[in-house]
């Protein structure tokens, strides 16, 4: 493990990365024959090597009518001697045209080689997209509670553990 980037480190350059929009910097991050998993996401569940990875980030977030510009709250559990590190946060933005706050949760699993992402676990609220199947309302009927975490107005029950 390299001392220049922690997990921890790859993790904030990523998201830097994120809210620029620029995939070539997210997917330089990486390892050449990198994971990138997707385990919420239908149809995409994981994503190999740099250049796949580039691809992944370019048409995804990096082309998405959203635009991100904060990351609040953000909380990394690093375990730097294993190489991994785990990332909560809230990314906090805006449909493009509409204006409307879009605000989805993540968890990150990283594990990093040398300095690089060699393997992430990208597990993103889907179900807070505007346009996610099944989706009842709009953008704006999801906003970020007082911690940080996603909360849905209009009357819907917010997510418990039991």
């Known amino acids: ?12 350059e990523l998201l830097a990365a994120v809210m620029e929009r620029d995939a070539a910097a997210a997917a330089d991050l990486y390892a050449p024959d990198a994971v ?23 048409e995804g977030v990096c082309s998405a009518p959203v635009r991100f510009h904060a990351v609040d709250p953000l909380v990394i559990h690093e375990l730097p001697e294993n190489g991994v590190a785990v990332a909560e946060f809230t990314m906090n933005g805006v449909v493009l045209g509409s204006r409307e706050p879009y605000n989805p949760c ?14 992430l676990r990208d597990y993103e609220d889907i179900g807070a997209r505007p346009t ?31």
């Open 106 to 119: 993540f968890v990150l699993v990283l594990r990093a080689r040398d300095g690089l992402i060699e393997e």
């Open 36 to 58: 990138h998993r997707n385990p919420f996401r239908p149809g995409r569940p994981s994503v190999r090597g740099r250049r796949a990875i580039r691809r992944h980030y370019l």
């Open 1 to 12: 493990m390299s001392d220049s980037r922690s997990p921890g480190r790859l993790i904030r």
């Open 132 to 162: 996610a199947p099944g989706r009842e309302g709009r953008a704006s009927d999801t906003k970020a509670g007082p911690a940080g975490e996603n909360t849905t107005t209009k009357g819907a029950q917010p997510w418990t553990s039991d």
